[in-house]
T-cell receptor, first 115, second 114 residues
């Protein structure tokens, strides 16, 4: 079945460091790919998404490119801030049977940014 | 603020009991999703409703049930509670049920079963 694999955390970086969080997926067909972020004590919120191969999603300085050839959707940011400390989830949409829709989630990667 | 509301914020109860979690989607959204987030299992999709009808089912136990009402709010019922049901339960909503839809999450209900 479809699945998402994220790099394990926690990831600890200094402010202004470069961030990469790896995400690879297994899917049949052409899923959409998402990165959600969960700040401490809050619900998840969409960070960015890409709906087809070679699309690049971007938001708040974060970027991820939908790479079909490597089945990857790695999250990157050039210069992280303390306020980026959160848990990041990679997810893919699963059309499923009968036109159903659900998201399949990675386990999440915790990021801590130190001043 | 996502526009999705969940009540209650916290719930503490005993094993064997039954609880109801409530979710109000964003105005205009027709789909509601329920998720369970626990330390050992991560984020698990439970069930989706679209305009009052069940649309997709995930890892939802038979002791759990849900429904979506005509005003589009949804309730998740958990019965015969066990210690392992302790988790954060999130509701999310989206405009339709397309695979590209962004899902908007509520703040969650933290359930503690003692």
């Amino acid at each position: 079945g479809n699945s998402v694999t994220q790099m394990e955390g926690p990831v600890t970086l200094s402010e202004e460091a470069f961030l990469t969080i790896n995400c690879t997926y297994t899917a049949t067909g052409y899923p959409s790919l998402f990165w959600y972020v969960q700040y401490p004590g809050e619900g998840l919120q969409l960070l960015l998404k890409a709906t087809k191969a070679d699309d690049k999603g971007s938001n708040k300085g974060f970027e991820a490119t939908y790479r079909k050839e490597t089945t990857s959707f790695h999250l990157e940011k050039g210069s992280v801030q303390v306020s980026d400390s959160a848990v990041y989830f990679c997810a893919l949409s699963d059309r499923g049977a009968g036109n159903n829709r659900k998201l399949i989630w990675g386990l999440g990667t915790s990021l801590a940014v130190n001043p | 603020d996502s526009g999705v509301t969940q009540t209650p914020k916290h719930l503490i109860t005993a094993t064997g009991q039954r609880v109801t979690l409530r979710c109000s989607p964003r105005s205009g959204d027709l789909s509601v999703y329920w998720y369970q987030q626990s330390l050992d299992q991560g984020l698990q999709f439970l069930i989706q409703y679209y305009n009052g009808e069940e649309r997709a089912k995930g890892n939802i136990l038979e002791r759990f049930s849900a429904q979506q009402f005509p005003d589009l709010h949804s309730e998740l019922n958990l019965s015969s509670l066990e210690l392992g049901d302790s988790a954060l339960y999130f509701c999310a909503s989206s405009p339709h049920s397309e695979s590209t839809d962004t899902q908007y999450f509520g703040p969650g209900t933290r359930l503690t079963v003692l």
